[in-house]
């Protein structure tokens, strides 16, 4: 039996005129945690948007444990990224009129098939694990960078996500929120998730079992370096 997650064969895609991905080939297995590195532009979100399912490829072929997606519905897809992916996004996050809490309750319940009482109790437990129950009851809109960055790590870990993506986590956090980013994924990689970060900078790189850097729109596997 295979342990591929997800797969990229020979996968491009333009914007008009620009080529931003050439025959990117990328496999994430479980357990893997997989960084992708390259300078601004280079494709990094894009490359990640695809392997979600958010962004359509123009060419190539994608699998999601073995089946080839184009042979899935939308509706399947919308259920696969609703059930077994999560998102520590910038840009893809929270709802900022909701409270941390309430945020939580929203991603559980949709998620998962409990009582109210059962996701309060779950929500309190992370909320603990994580350090960040005296933010329970805030409103996210008053949250810094860094926190909320932390209430999508705990989203992650709530719901029974089997591959996590993280694009640029530790973008506009202070170092000791970059730390405790680092370190809760490190815990979600142990919790048995894949997980996939892009990032610009070297800071993942002891935590990745594999690295790559997309370059002029190709991918190419760093070799030796966090490899595990
Ligand atoms: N929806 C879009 N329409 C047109 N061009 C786009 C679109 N999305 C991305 N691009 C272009 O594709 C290229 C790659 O963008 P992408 O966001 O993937 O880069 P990135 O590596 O994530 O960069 P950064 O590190 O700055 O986040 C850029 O030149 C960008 O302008
Ligand atoms: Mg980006």
Known sequence: MTNTILELRNISKRY?????????????NLGDMILIKGSSGAGKSTLLNILAFLEAKDCGEIFWKGKNIDSLTIKEKKGIRKREMGFIFQEFNLFENLTVKENLDVVLSLTTKTTKEDRKGRIKEYLQKFQMEDRGDTYVKLLSGGERQRVAIVRTFLTDSTIVFADEPSANVDDKNKDIIKGYLVE???AGKSIVIVSHDDYYDKIANRIYEIKNGYIKKIPGEGER
């Open 188 to 190: 979600l990689k142990n």
């Open 16 to 28: 008009g005129d620009k080529k931003v991905l050439n025959d990117i080939s990328l496999k994430v």
